[in-house]
């Protein structure tokens, strides 16, 4: 999560934003539910690599879950969406 926090701090005053942002860890469903409700200026999905490799890999409701989700984050978001893959320890 730090290096999550390090990269959004890099980018926070040039996109004007918050300096305390939003942070939950939540479920695709959750998020993509959220994303529906809500307008944004900006979207930073963080996902844990291990986790979406093993949704591809042996459960494919998840795998539709995060697909609908990042689906979800270009349509709704404003003019930027970035989506960050990382393993998190």
Do not use: W
């Amino acid at each position: 999560m730090q290096s999550v926090r390090h990269a959004f701090e890099k980018v926070r005053s040039k996109l004007n934003l918050s300096a305390l942002p939003q942070v939950e860890n939540c479920s695709p469903a959750q998020v993509k539910r959220y994303i529906e409700r809500n307008v944004f200026k900006i979207c930073v999905l963080v996902l844990d690599a291990e986790k979406l490799k093993d949704a591809y890999d042996n459960l494919p409701q998840r795998k539709n879950e995060y697909e609908e989700l990042l689906k979800t984050a270009m349509d709704r978001v404003g003019k930027i969406t970035s989506i960050i893959l990382m393993n998190l320890i």
